[in-house]
């Protein structure tokens, strides 16, 4: 199946800081990837729906310039946490649908574990 | 207000059993239903599909229906074995997005 890669998988940061997520689809195109953060025992939240080569939409209540999306080609949306707070950590997720058919299915990076100090 | 629900409580089941879990859902209409499984720390991998034009489905020991009626899916995997403990999500297609539920999760023991 479709491999969708995510990095770092771990990252610690200062209060302060900005944190950038990679989110690449290795062996299709993605013209669509979404984000999505996680809460420990809590569902996946949709963040936004990024789109190759366009601005990202983003869910109600997502603040955009706090979570900036870049899908600049069609492998690659990255996630930049910006001015990074305690608040904001958690398990960010990003996810591509497949490009094979309309087979519905969504892809999922292995995830990335956000921790600010 | 849209809601998506699964049971929080976890399922613990004997090994051989079958598994049955249950995807609520309120004001959505959603072209399709989907099931994951997601273990600790990982990302959700996909198991099945199922459209808003079919009841059942099945893939080797998985089976998922779809009431849109009762605006209901249920999941069964058969045969239960211990590799089968994780976390199952239901995640609904609406309007181009995927949302999901807060999952169940199953702990089949030995």
């Known amino acids: 199946g479709a491999v969708v890669s995510q990095h770092p998988s771990r990252v610690i940061c200062k209060s302060g800081t900005s944190v950038k997520i990679e989110c690449r689809s290795l062996?299709?195109?993605?013209?669509?990837m979404f984000w999505y953060r996680q809460f420990p025992k809590q569902s996946l939240m949709l963040m936004a729906t990024?789109?190759?080569?366009?601005?990202?939409?983003?869910e109600q209540g997502v603040e955009k310039d706090k979570f900036l999306i870049n899908h600049a080609s069609l492998t690659l949306s990255t996630l930049t946490v910006t001015s990074a707070h305690p608040e904001d950590s958690s398990f960010y997720i990003c996810?591509?649908?497949?490009?094979?058919?309309?087979?519905?299915?969504?892809?999922f990076g292995e995830g990335s574990r956000l921790t600010v100090l | 207000s849209q809601k998506i629900e699964q049971n929080s409580e976890a399922l613990n089941i004997q090994e051989g059993k079958t598994a049955t879990l249950t995807c609520n859902y309120t004001?959505?209409?959603?072209?399709?239903l989907q099931w994951y499984r997601q273990d600790p720390g990982r990302g959700p991998v996909f198991l099945l599909l199922?459209?808003?034009?079919?009841k059942e489905k099945r893939k080797e020991r998985l089976k998922v229906t779809f009431d849109t009626t009762l605006k209901q899916s249920l999941f069964h995997i058969t045969a239960s074995q211990p590799a089968d403990s994780a976390t199952y999500l239901c995640?609904?297609?609406?309007?181009?997005?995927?949302?999901f539920g807060s999952g169940t999760k199953l702990n089949v023991k030995p």
């Open positions: 199922i459209r808003e034009n079919e």
């Open positions: 004001n959505y209409s959603p072209a399709y």
């Open positions: 996810s591509a649908e497949g490009a094979t058919g309309n087979t519905g299915e969504l892809f």
């Open positions: 062996d299709f195109q993605a013209t669509t």
């Open positions: 990024s789109n190759e080569g366009s601005k990202a939409t983003y």
């Open positions: 995640a609904l297609y609406n309007f181009n997005k995927f949302y």
